[in-house]
């Protein structure tokens, strides 16, 4: 079962900035990386970090 990712304010805030600086991320790149990321830490109080690489760079992703 797949589970339902919701974006906050602060996130899709994020993306826009990337976005006006050249840098575009998708949502669906942000769920393809929580699902299935190349690197995942937990952060404690139940967040966690995970992370794929992307042309040279490396998308972190927090969540809970």
Not at 42 to 54: D, H, N, P, V, W
Request: hydrophobic letters at 40%; aromatic letters at 4%.
């Amino acid at each position: 079962m797949i589970k339902r990712i919701e974006f906050s304010q602060h996130a899709l805030l994020k993306i826009e900035i990337l976005e006006s600086r050249g840098v575009t991320i998708s949502t669906d790149l942000i769920s393809e990386t929580i699902r299935t990321p190349s690197k995942l830490e937990a952060s404690g109080e139940g967040k966690f970090i995970c992370q794929q690489r992307l042309n040279g760079l490396v998308l972190r992703v927090v969540y809970q």
